[in-house]
């Protein structure tokens, strides 16, 4: 049995074929710079962002995992093998590391962090009158699935008044949830700091433009963390500057990295950072990997499937 690597580049194999010589000590490691004797004996592969047809030259293929939550680095590959199924990496780490990150940037934007630097920027002292407090601050979740939904509750039992919406009502404990189209503008109307965390499906591209960003309270402030085809970068900025938001934490963009041209770093209301939000270890990565060839090899239901009918 064997799996193939695209992900972290060859500097990271010795790395990879270490932790699964923990978690999975039969399994025959190679990295995508290597040379293959016989591509009849690759069972799996775990990549990101796969040279086209890559995958395609292994032809007992089982399954394809990605070396993140997205899948759209994968299907972007005209010549994928359609029948060999997808599953996502979403790890009880990444669920931890992106509720952390999106309650990090909420708290951010409560204590109004980014005027405070840009304040420091020019040597400025400038003390708010009334400073803010979680329970002023109404949190919303746009997409509750594990990870979405797992961000909404630490919001919750923080202090932050909890929201969530998604395709279909969601019951999270302590968390008030919104469902369908229907919904989304009562959602919105009540969001004064807005997560964006939906998968990135063609329904799901651009809605974070003026629509979407008009319906929020003036002075709102938006967290994506998401997928970058969510943004639609002009009306974003149009936004900040008319002041219907006061604030952005970035951290997915639809061209990465970021281009130094892009008027997003330089704005005073926008924070970004590198798509680092939800980054588990390899060794959590190399654990969930093993599991999901463990489970494949004995016939058992694979977790977190891409589904072509749903997009993700």
Same mark, same amino acid.
């Given at each position: 049995?064997?799996?193939?690597?695209?992900?972290?580049?060859?500097?990271?194999?010795?790395?990879?074929?270490?932790?699964?010589?923990?978690?999975?000590?039969?399994?025959?490691?190679?990295?995508?710079?290597?040379?293959?004797?016989?591509? %009849?004996?690759?069972?799996?592969?775990?990549?990101?962002?796969?040279?086209?047809?890559?995958?395609?030259?292994?032809?007992?293929?089982?399954?394809?995992?990605?070396?993140?939550?997205?899948?759209?680095?994968?299907?972007?590959?005209?010549?994928?093998?359609?029948?060999?199924?997808?599953?996502?990496?979403?790890?009880?780490?990444?669920?931890?590391?992106?509720?952390?990150?999106?309650?990090?940037?909420?708290?951010?934007?409560?204590?109004?962090?980014?005027?405070?630097?840009?304040?420091?920027?020019?040597?400025?002292?400038?003390?708010?009158?009334?400073?803010?407090?979680?329970?002023?601050?109404?949190?919303?979740?746009?997409?509750?699935?594990?990870?979405?939904?797992?961000?909404?509750?630490?919001?919750?039992?923080?202090?932050?008044?909890?929201?969530?919406?998604?395709?279909?009502?969601?019951?999270?404990?302590?968390?008030?949830?919104? %469902?369908?189209?229907?919904?989304?503008?009562?959602?919105?109307?009540?969001?004064?700091?807005?997560?964006?965390?939906?998968?990135?499906?063609?329904?799901?591209?651009?809605?974070?433009?003026?629509?979407?960003?008009?319906?929020?309270?003036?002075?709102?402030?938006?967290?994506?963390?998401?997928?970058?085809?969510?943004?639609?970068?002009?009306?974003?900025?149009?936004?900040?500057?008319?002041?219907?938001?006061?604030?952005?934490?970035?951290?997915?963009?639809?061209?990465?990295?970021?281009?130094?041209?892009?008027?997003?770093?330089?704005?005073?209301?926008?924070?970004?950072?590198?798509?680092?939000?939800?980054?588990?270890?390899?060794?959590?990565?190399?654990?969930?990997?093993?599991?999901?060839?463990?489970?494949?090899?004995?016939?058992?239901?694979?977790?977190?499937?891409?589904?072509?009918?749903?997009?993700?």
């Amino acid at each position: 049995m064997q799996l193939v690597i695209k992900s972290g580049g060859a500097q990271a194999l010795p790395e990879w074929s270490e932790h699964f010589r923990e978690f999975a000590p039969g399994l025959q490691i190679s990295g995508r710079h290597e040379p293959v004797a016989d591509p %009849g004996q690759v069972g799996y592969a775990l990549v990101w962002e796969p040279d086209p047809g890559w995958l395609a030259s292994f032809p007992n293929l089982k399954l394809i995992i990605s070396s993140g939550a997205g899948v759209d680095h994968i299907l972007a590959d005209p010549q994928l093998p359609a029948h060999v199924p997808i599953a996502r990496l979403v790890t009880q780490e990444t669920a931890g590391e992106m509720s952390e990150f999106v309650l990090a940037a909420a708290l951010a934007i409560t204590k109004e962090f980014k005027r405070f630097a840009n304040d420091q920027a020019i040597c400025r002292w400038d003390t708010p009158e009334v400073p803010r407090m979680m329970r002023d601050m109404r949190v919303g979740v746009m997409g509750l699935g594990y990870l979405g939904s797992a961000t909404a509750a630490l919001l919750a039992r923080t202090g932050f008044p909890t929201a969530g919406w998604s395709r279909a009502p969601a019951p999270i404990a302590g968390v008030d949830t919104y %469902g369908g189209p229907q919904q989304l503008p009562a959602f919105l109307a009540r969001t004064d700091i807005l997560v964006c965390l939906l998968p990135g499906t063609e329904a799901t591209r651009g809605i974070l433009g003026a629509e979407t960003l008009a319906q929020l309270p003036r002075g709102a402030a938006l967290i994506s963390v998401g997928r970058g085809s969510h943004m639609v970068e002009p009306d974003l900025l149009a936004a900040l500057d008319s002041g219907q938001l006061s604030q952005a934490v970035l951290d997915v963009f639809e061209a990465e990295p970021l281009p130094a041209d892009s008027p997003l770093w330089r704005h005073p209301g926008v924070m970004i950072t590198p798509h680092c939000a939800a980054t588990p270890t390899r060794r959590e990565r190399a654990r969930y990997v093993a599991e999901l060839i463990r489970r494949c090899e004995a016939g058992e239901p694979l977790p977190n499937l891409y589904d072509p009918a749903k997009g993700y």
